[in-house]
């Protein structure tokens, strides 16, 4: 991968903060974006605008078209058996409330269960446990080790006849572990019990096949993947979609509407109420060609290469402590250095040009685990380079001398 020429295809690599070149390790919140993608949206409003599905004008059969064919590029980019069972929503969190709440209605009764793990983004867990409320349902936690990986047997004991679901994210992120989400599905499923997959922080950097993996739900956000924000994607069997009640009513999840009964539309249709954000998906399909033209093989190469150099320049400084030590893991460093609130190395690093994220990520019950409130994350992408991983650590170090 020529590093230089991919990081000119993202304009905003080149900018400066407080007078510095801005170094962003912050890709797991969000990712930049390159010009394929920024050209998508500017030309989508410029020249292609006009509303899907309803029109029979040329410009809505056309953004229809473009709509409907980004549908397919997510389709090929999952590989999933067909693009009804590709629903877009405004993120991964819909996508988990969408499940959430329509699995939960049709197939949740009192006293079931859903397991999720301890592990897992707030939004892997808050939407679960509120079906459990509603439903008077328990909630049940597979552990893990010190390492920051899952315990599968733990996990097997905790499937149950009353297990409706099993949640899991597939890359952790904080701990950046990559979960055995393949094993952790064929053990499921001998037990009948379907798998929803966090894939929030997997599709960005490993090839993801649904069918391989045999996922019954998987969810990603677009803005995460180099594409626009507030837009998502859920994958769902189109036989649990199929019997699975809406999530929003209103336009375009309707088939007939009547003031004695409304019948719905077909999938996806059915989940997709309202006006999607239509050019949103095709800029999103911009981004799954750009990192496919990359290689998803080459950028996790790339990317883990990066990584080991990462743990290994920042173990080697005095005091400091990385999170998460998973025998398979993706690219993210999780550390806390000596007796330094992370705030203040966050804040510190922000001063220096070194954009980081600090806190709890989004993944209390996780910081409860480790025995911290919260942690520096510097989370990596393929338009990184060892440069930045040294300016990342000159920064610590001068943090650590000041301290
Ligand atoms: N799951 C994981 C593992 C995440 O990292 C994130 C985003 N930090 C989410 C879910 C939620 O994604 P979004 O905010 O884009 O809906």
């Known amino acids: 991968m020529d590093i230089n020429k991919i990081r000119e295809d993202f304009p905003i690599l080149s900018e400066q903060v407080y007078n510095r070149p801005l170094v962003y390790f912050d890709n797991a919140a969000t990712t930049q974006k390159p010009w394929p993608v920024i050209h998508c949206l500017e030309e989508g409003y410029r020249r292609h605008n006009a509303n899907v599905h309803r029109g029979i004008h040329f410009l809505s059969q056309t953004a229809t078209e473009a709509h409907e064919a980004a549908r397919a590029r997510v389709r090929d980019f999952l590989h999933a058996a067909s693009a009804e069972e590709i629903v877009f929503t405004r993120g991964t969190t819909e996508s988990v409330n969408l499940v959430a709440f329509s699995f939960g209605e049709t197939f949740c009764r009192e006293g079931d269960e859903i397991v999720v793990t301890v592990m897992e983004h707030h939004s892997n867990i808050v939407p679960w446990q509120m079906l459990c409320e509603r ?32 949640a899991v994210a ?12 393949g094993e952790m599905i064929a053990a499921a499923h001998r037990r009948g019990i379907p798998v929803f997959v966090d894939g929030a922080q997997a599709v960005p950097h490993l090839k993801v096949d649904v069918q391989a993996l045999d996922a ?30 809406p999530y929003q009513g209103g336009g375009e999840m309707i088939d007939q509407v009547r003031f004695e009964k ?63 030590q998973a025998a398979h893991k993706s690219a993210v460093v999780s550390f806390r250095m000596g007796d330094i609130h992370p705030y203040d190395t966050g804040l510190l690093l ?15 019950p996780l910081m409860e685990r480790l025995g911290i409130d919260s942690c ?28």
């Not at 597939?170 to 055995?180: A, D, E």
């Not at 190469?301 to 990462?310: D, F, I, N, R």
């Not at 922000?350 to 990520?361: E, F």
């Open 135 to 166: 439903r008077k349902m328990h909630l049940k936690v597979v552990p893990m080790n010190d390492r920051g990986e899952l315990l599968l047997e733990e996990y097997e004991k905790l499937l149950t006849p009353r297990t409706r679901l099993v």
């Open 170 to 181: 597939h890359v952790s992120n904080v701990l950046g572990t990559v979960n055995p989400v």
């Open 216 to 245: 019954d739900f998987y969810a990603f956000s677009a803005h995460k993947v180099y594409g626009p924000t507030g837009l998502g994607v859920l994958y769902g069997k189109k036989r649990w979609l199929e019997q699975m009640q």
């Open 262 to 324: 409304t019948t719905y539309n077909a999938l996806p249709y059915k989940f997709e109420a309202g006006t999607p954000d239509f050019i949103g998906t095709t800029a999103l399909a911009a981004a799954l060609d750009f990192v496919e033209t990359l290689g998803m093989d080459c950028i996790a190469e790339y990317e883990s290469q990066l990584l080991h150099y990462t743990e290994e320049r920042l173990s080697a400084l005095p005091g400091l402590k990385i999170y998460g």
């Open 350 to 364: 922000d001063k220096l040009g070194v954009a980081v994220r600090t806190g709890h990520h989004c993944a209390q």
């Open 376 to 403: 520096v994350r510097a989370s990596l992408s393929f338009y990184n380079t060892r440069e930045e991983t040294d300016i990342l650590c000159a920064a610590l170090e001068r943090i650590r001398k000041m301290f």
